[in-house]
Structures are given as C-alpha cells and as structure tokens.
C-alpha cells in the first residue's frame, strides 16, 4: 500500500507564491505519473497539472504560474505555484499511478490519492 504525505499548502495573498510537496512510500513500487488536482468549494476536482517520464501537462488556468517537478530518487513531486490568484483557492490533492513490485501484486497499476492540503489565497 503506497502512501502520499502532502504538505506546503496555507494562507498566500493574492500575487504571492506557495510551494507544495508530495512524497510517496511503502511498498515496492515504481511510478509511471505524479499529478496534483485541486477542488473547491461547490466545485468538481480538477487536474491541475500532471508529470510522467518529464512529460508535463497543465490546465490552462495555470499555464505559466505554476511548475509541477519530480525527485525521482525521493519519491516526491512538487508544485511551484507563483502568482497566485484568488481563484486558486481550492484542497490540493497530490496522486500517483504506480506498477507494484510486491510479491502479492506483481505488475499491478494502482492510483494511490492524499490526503489533501488547503491552500487560500487572498485578494
């Protein structure tokens, strides 16, 4: 079982910059992609952007604000979101597609979620 621990959401006011974090562990596993959604309020969960073998996507909404990266030695992505709009505020959720190595699952795909982290950004 693959865990997701987010972090580097909060408080930003509007113009500023916040830098999100996932890491993922447990298991034996490799990673085919790293995506972050967001979800506000009243609102569907949205792609926001997505990296697999350095290939990265964005919604249009955050095309060249934000910057979605990868360690592949550490398991972890990331999410450098600068200019951020009060429309940004939304629960960023990190998720991963991953192949299992273990005995029990071999050469199973999955899709593992976090737990979510809050960003707000004021106007």
């Known amino acids: 079982q693959v865990q997701l621990v987010e972090s580097g959401g909060g408080l930003v006011q509007a113009g500023g910059s916040l830098r999100l974090s996932c890491a993922a562990s447990?298991?034996?596993?490799?990673?085919?992609?790293m995506d972050w959604y967001r979800q506000a309020p009243g609102n569907q969960r949205e792609l926001v952007a997505s990296?697999?073998?350095?290939?990265?996507n964005y919604a249009d909404s955050v095309k060249g604000r934000f910057t979605i990266s990868r360690d592949n030695a550490k398991n972890t992505v990331y999410l450098q979101m600068n200019s951020l709009k009060p429309e940004d505020t939304a629960v960023y959720y990190c998720?991963?597609?991953?192949?299992?190595?273990?005995?029990?699952?071999?050469?199973?795909?999955?899709?593992?979620w976090g737990q979510g982290t809050q960003v707000t950004v004021s106007s």
């Open positions: 990296i697999a073998s350095g290939t990265t």
């Open positions: 998720t991963t597609v991953v192949t299992s190595y273990s005995v029990t699952d071999y050469g199973r795909k999955s899709r593992y």
């Open positions: 447990g298991g034996i596993f490799s990673i085919n992609e």
